[in-house]
Structures are given as C-alpha cells and as structure tokens.
C-alpha cells in the first residue's frame, strides 16, 4: 500500500551540464528541504545517493515527470561517457516541466563565455534564442540566478505540484519571482531615492547604484524582497548587485559604475533618460543632514 | 585486470581506473573529464571582477576561493608598493565566514559522502540521513551571509577590507546561528557535548555512547580501516589563519614551508584523457586537508590518533570530525571579539595603478588553495589557480603515487571507492 502510494509521486530528475554544483548547493540551504522533497520521487541528486546510480539514469531507460537541468549546456560535453545531449532528449521528452537551474541553465551565463561555440543556456544564448530545446520550450521555465535562490526552486516545484499555472517573463522566469527588481526592498533606497552615493565601501549608508557598480535598479530578482538564507542580501552587506539573474551576465568591471558627466551610463529599467536627469538634477540640489551622516554613531554616544 | 569505476557525488564526477591483482587493487589512476578553463576567462579581465569570478569556480567552497582572491590582490597590492592593512575587524569577519564554510563543507561531507559510502561496505547498513548534514549547513550558511550577504557565491570580501559594516545585530544573530549548530552537532550528531568531546583522551570515549558519531566511529574499526587507507604519512599546510598552523609534516618532524615551492604537473592517465594537473610540493607528493591541519596544529586527540594508527582511513575521516568541533569553538570565540567601531575597509589605491604579481594562500576545507595573480595596470595578465583536491587526488605513476593512489592499494575495489572518498575529493575544483 506504501509503495503504491509512493509510486504516485511525481518523478524529479537533477542533471547538470557544465557547472560550479553552486545551484545544487543553494537549493540544499532551503529551509523547507526535507518537507518538499518528501512529495516527490528523486531519481537522481547530485549532492546525495538516491535510489538509482547516475550510470542508471545514463542508460535512459526510466522517464521523469520535473527535469531539473544545472549548468551551461554543452552540445559537445559528455558526463558518465555519454553524450549529455542525448541523455538531455531523452528525459525532456517524458519530462512534463524542464526547470533550468541558475543563469548558466538559462541564458549559458559564465561557463558558456570560453569557447562559446557548443554552449548555451536551454533556450538562449545570452538573450538570443537558440533551437536545440525549442520543441520543448512550452515546458521550460528559467530560474536565472548565479546562483538561483533555493525559494525560487521551492516555489517552482510548489505550483507545479498544486497544478498552478506559472506566469512567465519574455525570458521564461516565473513574474511572480522576476517581476520584481532586486532594487526593491534594499535597505539603500532613501539613498537612492536622494541621490546619496555611497563613497566608499564598508558602510552601512549610500547607495550603490552611482559609482560601486549596483546593477539592483535594472535586475529582475525578488533578493530583496525574499532574502537570501533567510537572512540578508548583497545589497544589504554593501556589495553591489552583480545582475546575476540577466542574460547578459556575467558582465565586467562589477565594483565600478560607468558614467557619463557622472551620471549613470545605464539608467533604472525603463525610466525615460530625460525624466531621471531631471529628477537626479533636482535631488543632487538638496542637502539632507541626516542622509549624509552616519546612522549609527558608535564613537561618541554610549 | 583494467576496471573503470564512475566516482559519483564529488561535486561532480571522476572515473578511477582499478589495475585488480585478483581481489586487491594493485594500482589505480584517476581522471577528470570536465574543464571548464576559468584561468583564461580571467584574463585581461579588471582585476577585481576575479572577487566575483573566482568563488563561482566551486559551489562548496567559493568562499574559499574568494579569500583566495582577495589575498592574491593584496599580496600584489604590497609588491606593487602599496601595502594594505585591513582592520582587525574586517580579517575577523573573514575568518569567521571561512571557518563557517568549512564547517558547511565537512557536515555535508560527514552526512552526504561518508556515512552512505561506508554503509554500503556492511552487511546491516545504518540508515541514510542526508538531510541532517543540509540541515546543519543551512545553518551555517546563515551565519554566512549576516556578514557576506549570501552563501553560495558571495564577493563581500574585498580589497582593503569587507563590504559589509555589521551592527551587534548580525553578530548576536550569528551567535545564535553558531550556537544552534553546535547544540545540533551535540544531540544529533556526536551524542557528548562539545566540551565533553574535546576533552577526549582518545576515540575509545565513545564507548557506550549512542549517536551517529559513535556508530561512524565503531564501524570504521570494525571494518580495519585503521589499518587501511595509508598514504605518504606526509602533510601540508600552507594557508595562515588563527586555526591553523603552516608547515610540511613527514610524520611528526615538521618543517618550514613557502608556497612558492608548490608546482603543477599533467596528470598520469593511461587510460582516458584527463583536464587535472598534480600539485606537489618540491616534487613531493603530501596529503593536505583535516588529518594534516590537525596534526600541524598539534591538537593531542589527533596526535595519539596518528600515533597509533597514522594516516590510515581512520585517522582521516575521525580528524574531520574533530576538526569540525575545533572550528565550532573557534567561530564562536572569535565572533565575540569583533569591535563594531573599526573601519570595515581601509582606504586602498586606485586598482589601475597596480602592476605586480601576488599570491593568495588559504586552507580550504581539504587543503591549501593557491590563486597566483599577475596584473598590469590593473589588469590581469595571468591566474593560475591550484586547488587541495590536485594535491590529494593527483593520477600519477606507479614509482611516485600520490596520497590517494597509494591509500587505495592492496584493499578490495568496494573499499578503495571508500578510501577514495575520505579526502573529500571536488572534481569542479580540480579542473575548473
């Protein structure tokens, strides 16, 4: 009677192609880890043993119902002695969702950058589409990310086992997860909002965004918004956002912002460039004490 | 006999070619099939973008490899004429997230690899509780990110210092995170408390005690495997911190080390081609990791360890263990020292202005792991990275073993994967 109940399961599959493992290791941080893997049958995982061996899975002789696929996607690579692109068709096929796993799954990202000829993401190559999994891309959702935040995973497989429809950006990410942009909920924002930079690194006050590099005002992420390990996020610690969740990252010259007359080269997403100078114009004119002081004075008050 | 086994769950994989003489493994080489040339990405990149592209070379230890980073940089910085002296507070906040990635490392380690593998080398095998070591990472993994934003994959570490400027806030929080873990670590793992274990005069103190430890323990004896799985009996340590002691170890006669000593050389497959290169330590091979940091650091319960039993199976993977509860105590000590009113960052100058070679040097969680970075103007010209598992794990020939070749001869294949597996081997590491 177990079984038979177990065996109603839906059968998750993890492969990887070209990888760090850095998905693998911050979907292990998720909180609600055990609870979730308990409503799925795991074929294979790549941090622990599970029922089946990977050369078991190699011989493509089982299916999946969630394909979950790590890494940047190499038509040449073969793991286990087997060409990954054939072991990719097999179990996409059966597969009734394809979940690319952090930016390399979906858009190449960093690993796709040497010899980038045979790599890509599962349906784009930095924003250009690519044909290999096309004929799948109905069940293929992107969870961008260097690496994807292991809430993303969770909530991904969640609406999948509650049979929910998930909503999907023009890059195939979940809008509930990448509508937002990792801008919101920063603890920065007065500054942004009054143009304060941050003059140096190592402080609690500025914003990131005019001369450290922030990418957070142009980045589709909810970081801010669900925190990383349930704790904190870059922005908050006073690291710029890397944009990791782009197509186009990993870009270069991430601790600097590139200006123009000191404003921004890239500006938020989809501000007109005429309404931001104006405004940054008139906040440049206002000079709030408070927000140019430090918010905590440890060395005279007791 | 040629047998080819697939290593699986090593952060990747990596297939040992077994030379079977009847049942007992007479030789064996390794091969690593995946490259993902991360060295020459990063060149003619600014040189401080490597702070985000090094730690992706692992998803386990890119903390690591972001210390490693950022020392190379300071190192050129001082050779470059511009010395940099970060405050206490910012190489405290360094230390402490490195031992916690540690810790994240050998709970996942003890709870995903060992436990499972040594399991299936028993006719009643223990059941599985991988998510026990995800569990107690996750908790690391917390303490982590107070201070480096996230974990895996963090780039909060930073020339001259740390990004973040944490208040008493974080850092009771991460005391309270530290002090989950080690509660965790005492009812569900080890069975004793912390204070009790680090008092033990030797492992025989488990005697009578019920807890996964104990069973590891009791099972790894029962098994011989203090009396297989022997390398060189020769270690290295070469990264400083406040929880290590540097040097090279035959035995127990310890001696002076310079990390400029360590070469690279192609790996020695026969049989399929491989991306890995070897690490030695003037042509030497040494076993790096837990069991060498231990006994350069002269902790007593390893010494008697090693004394009786060397650098068997054994002694390795009970060294981690106790390696694990040291790191505990130590994250905890050193969090209470941090003095909020210290600059997070010192001033530094302009990266541009920078053209010189650098070394960065830490302990990872199985080793030393070297970045050596050469910059003009800012730019990098050369990186060469070389990682812990290079020095365990290297495939040469039969005349010169490294430590696993010569740790996985003369036992059974089932027991050699095993041993194999008890330096905590990262395929992504060794070849990225």
Redesign the interface.
Same mark, same amino acid.
């Not at chain 1, 929910?164 to 809008?175: A, C, N, S, V």
């Not at chain 2, 490597?50 to 690591?64: E, S």
């Not at chain 2, 299936?120 to 026990?132: A, G, R, Y």
């Not at chain 2, 050699?416 to 008890?422: D, K, P, Q, V, Y």
């Given at each position: 009677m177990h079984s038979k109940l177990e065996t109603k399961k839906p059968k998750l599959l993890w492969l990887?192609g070209?990888?760090?493992?850095?998905?693998?290791?911050?979907f292990?941080?998720?909180?609600s880890?055990?609870t979730l893997?308990e409503q799925f049958e795991i074929l294979y995982f790549?941090?622990?043993?599970t029922d089946y061996?990977?050369?078991d899975i190699l011989t493509c002789k089982l299916s999946c119902d969630v394909l979950i696929f790590e890494g940047t996607y190499d038509s040449t690579?073969?793991?286990?002695?087997i060409l990954l692109a054939d072991v990719l068709q097999h179990y996409a096929k059966s597969a009734k969702y394809i979940i690319g796993a952090g930016t390399c799954a979906s858009f190449g990202g960093?690993?796709a950058?040497?010899?980038p000829q045979n790599k890509s993401g599962l349906l784009f190559k930095k924003g250009e589409w690519v044909t290999t999994f096309e004929m799948y891309k109905e069940k293929i959702i992107n969870l961008s990310g260097?690496?994807m935040h292991p809430e993303w995973m969770a909530y991904t497989l969640q609406m999948i086992l509650h049979h929910k429809t998930i909503l999907l950006d023009e890059l195939y990410r979940p809008q509930e997860l990448y509508g937002y942009l990792s801008h919101h909920g920063c603890t920065r924002n007065e500054y942004f909002e009054w143009k304060v930079d941050a003059k140096? %690194?190592? @402080?609690?006050e500025g914003c990131l965004f005019y001369e450290q590099g922030c990418r957070g005002p142009m980045t589709h992420a909810s970081?801010n918004k669900i925190l990383?390990?349930?704790?904190?996020?870059?922005?908050?610690?006073?690291?710029p956002c890397?944009g990791?969740t782009e197509s186009d990252f990993?870009r270069?010259? %991430?601790? @600097?912002t590139k200006t123009n007359m000191s404003i921004p080269q890239d500006i938020p997403f989809d501000v007109p460039k005429r309404s931001y100078l104006t405004m940054v114009g008139i906040a440049k004119t206002f000079h709030i004490k408070r927000l140019e002081g430090k918010l905590?004075d440890?060395?005279t008050t007791h | 006999m040629i047998t080819k086994q697939?290593i699986?769950?090593i952060?990747?994989?990596a297939?040992v070619y077994f030379d079977m003489d009847g049942k007992k493994v007479d030789f064996a080489t390794v091969v690593f099939?995946?490259f993902?040339?991360?060295e020459?990405?990063l060149e003619k990149?600014?040189a401080?973008?490597a702070?985000?592209?090094t730690p992706?070379?692992?998803?386990?230890c890119?903390h690591a490899h972001l210390m490693a980073t950022v020392r190379a940089l300071e190192d050129a910085y001082k050779n470059g004429g511009y010395e940099v002296i970060p405050t206490q507070k910012?190489n405290t906040i360094r230390e402490f997230t490195l031992v916690m990635e540690m810790i994240q490392n050998h709970f996942?380690w003890l709870?995903?690899?060992i436990m499972?593998e040594l399991s299936k080398l028993i006719d009643k095998p223990f059941t599985?509780k991988?998510?026990k070591?995800?569990?107690a990472?996750?908790l690391a993994?917390?303490a982590?990110?107070?201070?480096?934003?996230?974990?895996?994959?963090?780039?909060?570490m930073?020339v001259?210092?740390?990004?973040?400027?944490?208040?008493y806030m974080e850092i009771l929080?991460a005391t309270s995170f530290v002090e989950e873990l080690v509660k965790f670590f005492e009812k569900e793992c080890l069975g004793v408390s912390l204070e009790n274990f680090l008092a033990f005069e030797s492992c025989k103190d488990f005697q009578g005690v019920e807890s996964d430890i104990a069973t590891l323990e009791a099972t790894l004896i029962d098994l011989d495997m203090q009396k297989k799985g022997f390398a060189h009996d020769r270690f290295l340590v070469l990264g400083t911190h406040n929880f290590s002691s540097i040097g090279k170890l035959k035995g127990t006669r310890t001696f002076h080390v310079d990390p400029k000593f360590v070469t690279t050389i192609q790996a020695y497959t026969p049989h399929e081609k491989t991306y890995a290169y070897n690490a030695l330590y003037k042509d030497e091979y040494y076993e790096t990791g837990s069991l060498a940091r231990m006994i350069s650091s002269n902790e007593s319960i390893v010494k008697n360890m090693h004394r009786r039993y060397k650098d068997s199976a054994y002694s390795r993977v009970m060294a981690r263990i106790f390696e694990l509860a040291l790191l505990l105590q130590h994250g905890r000590s050193i969090l209470n020292t941090l003095d909020?009113?210290q600059?997070?960052?010192v001033?530094v100058e302009d990266i541009h202005n920078i053209t010189a070679k650098g070394i960065g040097v830490v302990e990872a969680p199985r080793g030393p792991l070297v970045h050596e970075i050469s910059l003009k103007n800012g730019l990098i010209e050369s990186y060469k990275i070389i990682t812990p598992t290079q020095f365990n794990i290297g495939s040469s020939t039969r005349e010169k073993p490294t430590p696993v070749q010569k740790a996985m001869q003369g036992i059974s294949k089932d027991e050699a994967e095993f041993i194999f597996r008890t330096f905590d081997v990262c395929s992504?590491c060794t070849t990225h």
């Amino acid at each position: 009677m177990h079984s038979k109940l177990e065996t109603k399961k839906p059968k998750l599959l993890w492969l990887q192609g070209l990888t760090c493992n850095g998905n693998t290791h911050s979907f292990l941080n998720l909180n609600s880890l055990d609870t979730l893997l308990e409503q799925f049958e795991i074929l294979y995982f790549p941090a622990f043993a599970t029922d089946y061996t990977y050369e078991d899975i190699l011989t493509c002789k089982l299916s999946c119902d969630v394909l979950i696929f790590e890494g940047t996607y190499d038509s040449t690579l073969q793991r286990g002695g087997i060409l990954l692109a054939d072991v990719l068709q097999h179990y996409a096929k059966s597969a009734k969702y394809i979940i690319g796993a952090g930016t390399c799954a979906s858009f190449g990202g960093m690993f796709a950058e040497m010899n980038p000829q045979n790599k890509s993401g599962l349906l784009f190559k930095k924003g250009e589409w690519v044909t290999t999994f096309e004929m799948y891309k109905e069940k293929i959702i992107n969870l961008s990310g260097c690496p994807m935040h292991p809430e993303w995973m969770a909530y991904t497989l969640q609406m999948i086992l509650h049979h929910k429809t998930i909503l999907l950006d023009e890059l195939y990410r979940p809008q509930e997860l990448y509508g937002y942009l990792s801008h919101h909920g920063c603890t920065r924002n007065e500054y942004f909002e009054w143009k304060v930079d941050a003059k140096n %690194f190592g @402080t609690k006050e500025g914003c990131l965004f005019y001369e450290q590099g922030c990418r957070g005002p142009m980045t589709h992420a909810s970081c801010n918004k669900i925190l990383w390990n349930e704790v904190s996020s870059k922005t908050r610690i006073g690291t710029p956002c890397l944009g990791c969740t782009e197509s186009d990252f990993p870009r270069t010259h %991430f601790f @600097t912002t590139k200006t123009n007359m000191s404003i921004p080269q890239d500006i938020p997403f989809d501000v007109p460039k005429r309404s931001y100078l104006t405004m940054v114009g008139i906040a440049k004119t206002f000079h709030i004490k408070r927000l140019e002081g430090k918010l905590i004075d440890y060395k005279t008050t007791h | 006999m040629i047998t080819k086994q697939l290593i699986e769950h090593i952060e990747g994989e990596a297939s040992v070619y077994f030379d079977m003489d009847g049942k007992k493994v007479d030789f064996a080489t390794v091969v690593f099939p995946h490259f993902r040339g991360m060295e020459s990405f990063l060149e003619k990149k600014n040189a401080l973008d490597a702070l985000v592209i090094t730690p992706r070379v692992c998803g386990i230890c890119g903390h690591a490899h972001l210390m490693a980073t950022v020392r190379a940089l300071e190192d050129a910085y001082k050779n470059g004429g511009y010395e940099v002296i970060p405050t206490q507070k910012a190489n405290t906040i360094r230390e402490f997230t490195l031992v916690m990635e540690m810790i994240q490392n050998h709970f996942k380690w003890l709870y995903m690899v060992i436990m499972p593998e040594l399991s299936k080398l028993i006719d009643k095998p223990f059941t599985q509780k991988p998510l026990k070591g995800a569990y107690a990472s996750s908790l690391a993994s917390k303490a982590i990110a107070l201070f480096g934003g996230q974990w895996p994959h963090s780039s909060y570490m930073i020339v001259g210092g740390v990004t973040c400027d944490p208040t008493y806030m974080e850092i009771l929080q991460a005391t309270s995170f530290v002090e989950e873990l080690v509660k965790f670590f005492e009812k569900e793992c080890l069975g004793v408390s912390l204070e009790n274990f680090l008092a033990f005069e030797s492992c025989k103190d488990f005697q009578g005690v019920e807890s996964d430890i104990a069973t590891l323990e009791a099972t790894l004896i029962d098994l011989d495997m203090q009396k297989k799985g022997f390398a060189h009996d020769r270690f290295l340590v070469l990264g400083t911190h406040n929880f290590s002691s540097i040097g090279k170890l035959k035995g127990t006669r310890t001696f002076h080390v310079d990390p400029k000593f360590v070469t690279t050389i192609q790996a020695y497959t026969p049989h399929e081609k491989t991306y890995a290169y070897n690490a030695l330590y003037k042509d030497e091979y040494y076993e790096t990791g837990s069991l060498a940091r231990m006994i350069s650091s002269n902790e007593s319960i390893v010494k008697n360890m090693h004394r009786r039993y060397k650098d068997s199976a054994y002694s390795r993977v009970m060294a981690r263990i106790f390696e694990l509860a040291l790191l505990l105590q130590h994250g905890r000590s050193i969090l209470n020292t941090l003095d909020v009113t210290q600059d997070s960052v010192v001033k530094v100058e302009d990266i541009h202005n920078i053209t010189a070679k650098g070394i960065g040097v830490v302990e990872a969680p199985r080793g030393p792991l070297v970045h050596e970075i050469s910059l003009k103007n800012g730019l990098i010209e050369s990186y060469k990275i070389i990682t812990p598992t290079q020095f365990n794990i290297g495939s040469s020939t039969r005349e010169k073993p490294t430590p696993v070749q010569k740790a996985m001869q003369g036992i059974s294949k089932d027991e050699a994967e095993f041993i194999f597996r008890t330096f905590d081997v990262c395929s992504v590491c060794t070849t990225h």
